[in-house]
Nanobody, 128 residues
Framework: QVQLIESGGRSVEAGDSLRLSCAAS????????MTWFREAPGKEREFVAT????????QYADSVKDRFTISRDNAKNTVYLEMSSLKSEDTGIYYC?????????????????????WGQGTQVTVSS
């Protein structure tokens, strides 16, 4: 089992930058591909970014491409989401999720239903 705790969310202005962190504990962190999702008020949870066990491959939603960067530090059992040029539509609760992968180079799924391990979420509010 993996326990996930997100942090770093806060209220910012449009155009600002923010870094979210997700600390993992329990099972071996490096065995899991990691993914960030977000959920805006009244909307379904949506895929943001994912990273392989080895950080060899990252994938992004089109809406955040070139603005967000996902990374991980397996020594610290932590995955990060660097967000820049934030927009009001980036507002929402950001969740990290973990999925076991036997391959070092397999990303996580973009479908929330594929994940069993979730954090509690961290709120990001972007005001324009």
């Amino acid at each position: 089992q993996v326990q996930l705790i997100e942090s770093g969310g806060r209220s910012v202005e449009a155009g600002d930058s923010l870094r979210l962190s997700c600390a993992a504990s329990g099972d071996t962190f490096s065995n899991y591909a990691m993914t960030w999702f977000r959920e805006a008020p009244g909307k379904e949870r949506e895929f943001v970014a994912t990273i392989t066990r080895s950080s060899s491959i990252t994938q992004y939603a089109d809406s955040v491409k070139d603005r967000f960067t996902i990374s991980r530090d397996n020594a610290k059992n932590t995955v990060y989401l660097e967000m820049s040029s934030l927009k009001s539509e980036d507002t929402g609760i950001y969740y990290c999720a973990a999925v076991f992968r036997s391959s070092l180079h397999s990303t996580g799924s973009q479908a929330p239903k594929s994940y069993f391990y979730w954090g509690q979420g961290t709120q990001v509010t972007v005001s324009s």
